[in-house]
């Protein structure tokens, strides 16, 4: 079994992310302990969609070694296409995990809200209010 940890920099806190690997099975926990839908929270879905910009410079070669090693398995590609639909596919809230985004500056309901939110934030969630 090949175990993989992940320190995921989610401002203001770090959460740590592990996977466990072997020829059948894959295990993974993580320390924010929000369960989602799938399973996943998206702090493990971001590491395996391939995104890289919250993981220290140091921990992209062991991302890399863990994509290709869930490659060789049909359940790996399978988790893997499922993180990469919904981390480059769908916005989900970052705070709430909500699927209710709202992408400001396209339609009525986008361009009104970017009235009330700073300038530079390209997306704000309806259930929470909060914006990124």
């Known amino acids: 079994?090949?175990?993989f940890i992940f320190?995921?920099?989610?401002?203001?806190?770090?959460?740590v992310v592990t996977f466990s690997v072997d020829e059948t099975d894959i295990i993974s926990t993580c320390s924010c302990n929000s369960?989602?839908?799938?399973?996943?929270c998206w702090h493990r879905d971001h590491i395996l969609s391939g995104k890289h910009f919250r993981i220290p410079q140091n921990e992209q070669i062991k991302q890399q070694e863990l994509i290709t090693t869930l490659?060789?398995?049909?359940?790996g590609k399978k988790i893997l296409e499922a993180a990469r639909k919904k981390i480059l596919g769908t916005e989900t809230c970052r705070r709430c995990n909500s699927q209710k985004v709202v992408v400001l500056n396209q339609g009525l309901l986008g361009k009104f809200y970017s009235w009330f939110t700073p300038?530079?934030?390209?997306?704000r969630c309806r259930?929470?209010?909060w914006s990124w």
């Open 1 to 3: 079994m090949t175990s």
């Open 119 to 123: 300038i530079g934030r390209k997306y």
């Open 7 to 15: 320190h995921v920099n989610d401002n203001p806190k770090v959460f």
């Open 127 to 129: 259930k929470c209010g």
């Open 35 to 40: 369960p989602n839908s799938n399973g996943l």
């Open 71 to 75: 490659h060789s398995s049909d359940q």
